[in-house]
């Protein structure tokens, strides 16, 4: 419609003047202009005789216009009017027709034939076009979209493997990405979490032999905590050194020494931890025990006594393997109030134990000889009916002014 209506328009208003004039060369080279136009099959200009004045197809200039046959559907809109026909060749056509006015009287009329067949054509060849960019878009589509899914999962899911691992406890875990993007940035900064973590469990698990388990638990949980500060509490002290180390260390090779010293830590380190104590520290081929701080266990005393039973025999034992040192450790336990906290400066610090009673349970391990344990008079009143014991004579240490009553313990009493 929109091709027959342009070509009208344009015939009407440039076949007025030539039409009137009868100038059939011009009225033609109108037409001609026509034939080239995608879709026209036909077009012709015939005067009110309906002789034809000019037509595509030479042959038929002067001839009578005929009415069309077989016309279907044959419509009228303002000043054109259209119908659709089939050729004699079945053609199907589309033909529309508009009387060409000057000052309003009629002088002919214009006929144009509008291929259908043609338009059919052309839309189908513009659907098969749509349909086949449309296809190609979503194929790119379909492949960028893929593409995309694989360059962002992939990194996505390795980022939550690595995650997993994290949460395993596997630190060493690397995530091996390399993007200048935000996921790049992201298994950088996982990376680094990583290092860091590993250094700090590392850190922790090197402290933690320092100063124990419980205690380190409690700094991680509490770091600001006040107790760190300075606390008093009720604890029993278990002081644990070797009878004739010097004269030992001075006969044998240092490597010998470093070896068979270390069982012996070995040994007093596990049976403290294993009975609830911590070990505050080794000072030289001594190891200073302490039951009730950090954490408190009303049953200190006990707690103690137990542990250096179970020392007792446990170094008797081993010391059959040719370990000489662990026949010679003197045990030494005494109970009483004593200051826990951080002790030390900026720049080295510790949790340790201080006050009279640790001072008292050191002097007293100068009384006990090789497999004994000796406890203070506090600890015997307070564990008499449940293990054997032997009275001493008291005894005069340093940093008190009268003799001290000391016992030795000989094991659990019989039922």
């Known amino acids: 419609m929109k091709i027959g209506m342009v070509s009208l328009n344009y015939f009407t208003n440039d076949a007025r003047i030539p039409l009137l004039e009868d100038n059939i060369l011009r009225l033609n080279t109108l037409i001609k202009e026509a034939s080239y136009v995608e879709g026209i099959l036909y077009a012709a200009i015939v005067d009110n005789d309906q002789r034809i004045k000019a037509h595509t197809d030479h042959n038929q200039i002067g001839e009578k216009f005929e009415p069309f046959d077989n016309v279907e559907n044959e419509t009228h809109e303002g000043k054109v009017t259209y119908f659709t026909y089939n050729d004699v060749a079945g ?16 002088l002919g009329e214009v006929h144009v034939g509008v291929s259908l067949d043609f338009i059919q054509q052309l839309f189908r060849e513009r659907t098969l076009s749509i349909i086949m960019l449309t296809s190609v878009v979503i194929f790119f589509g379909v492949l960028v979209a893929i593409w995309f899914g694989i360059h962002f999962t992939r990194p996505i899911s390795e980022l939550a493997k690595a995650t997993e691992e994290i949460s395993k406890g596997n630190y060493k875990y690397y995530v091996r990405l390399i993007r200048n993007d935000e996921l790049g940035n992201l298994a950088r900064a996982f990376n680094q979490m990583s290092r860091k973590l590993r250094l700090n469990t590392l850190m922790q698990k090197s402290f933690g032999k320092y100063v124990g388990a419980e205690v380190l638990e409690m700094i991680m949980a509490n770091p600001e905590s006040a107790w760190l500060k300075g ?61 009730g701080v950090p954490v408190y266990h009303e049953d200190h005393m006990e ?8 020392m007792q025999r446990q170094l008797k034992e081993c010391s059959r393997n040719g370990n000489p040192l662990l026949a010679a450790v003197g045990i030494s336990i005494n109970a009483g109030v004593v200051v826990s906290g951080n002790i030390g400066s900026q720049v080295k610090m510790e949790y340790t134990v201080i006050g009279d009673s640790v001072n008292v349970a050191s002097r007293l391990n100068g009384l006990a000889g090789s497999g004994e344990i000796i406890i203070s008079k506090n600890i015997h009143d307070k564990l008499e009916g449940m293990i054997e014991m032997e009275a001493r004579r008291p005894q005069k240490i340093k940093g008190k002014s009268e003799p001290v009553e000391t016992f ?8």
């Open 408 to 415: 030795k313990v000989l094991g659990y009493k019989k039922a």
């Open 91 to 106: 053609k199907r056509l589309l033909s529309l027709t508009r009387a060409i006015l000057f000052k309003n009287k009629k």
């Open 231 to 291: 606390h008093r509490n009720d604890a029993s002290i278990i002081f644990i050194d070797i009878r004739g180390f010097t004269a030992y260390s001075e006969a044998n090779e240092p490597e010998d020494i470093v070896e068979k010293l270390n069982d012996y830590f070995e040994i007093a380190t596990n049976i403290i931890l294993r009975h609830g104590g911590y070990v505050d520290k080794f000072i030289g081929d001594a190891v200073l025990g302490v039951f």
């Open 303 to 310: 707690l103690a006594v137990r542990a250096a039973l179970d």
